[in-house]
């Protein structure tokens, strides 16, 4: 199993920067998918960015030039640094991992960190 650990979140001003990262532990971090959800109040979970085990990444256009995903398997952490931070990106955001294919039936499995709160105020 993969256990997650969320941390950088906290209160910046518009236009600030954060970098949260998440580190992993309890298994082989450098085969795994990674991403990073958010939630605001009210809302519905969302994905804000992935990055595969290959390096391969994506984002929701909300972030695309101001969002970067990026993973250092040394360290097992995954990273999600955050620019021209907006009022509108104030959510908890939460780290995943996503295994690859095993088992008699192909299936996934999927691990969740306890979030970190991200507030963009002045």
């Known amino acids: 199993q993969v256990q997650l650990v969320e941390s950088g979140g906290g209160l910046v001003q518009p236009g600030g920067s954060l970098r949260l990262s998440c580190a992993a532990s309890g298994s082989i971090f450098s085969i795994y998918n990674m991403g990073w959800y958010r939630q605001a109040p009210g809302k519905q979970r969302e994905l804000v960015a992935g990055?595969?085990?290959?390096?391969?990444?994506n984002y929701t256009d909300s972030v695309k030039g101001r969002f970067t995903i990026s993973r250092d398997n040394n360290k097992n952490t995954v990273y999600l640094q955050m620019n021209s931070l907006k009022p509108e990106d104030t959510a908890v955001y939460y780290c995943?991992?996503?295994?690859?294919?095993?088992?008699?039936?192909?299936?996934?499995?999927?691990?969740w960190g306890q979030g970190t709160q991200v507030t963009v105020s002045s």
């Open positions: 990055i595969t085990s290959i390096g391969r990444t």
């Open positions: 995943n991992a996503e295994s690859p294919r095993s088992g008699l039936t192909q299936q996934r499995r999927y691990y």
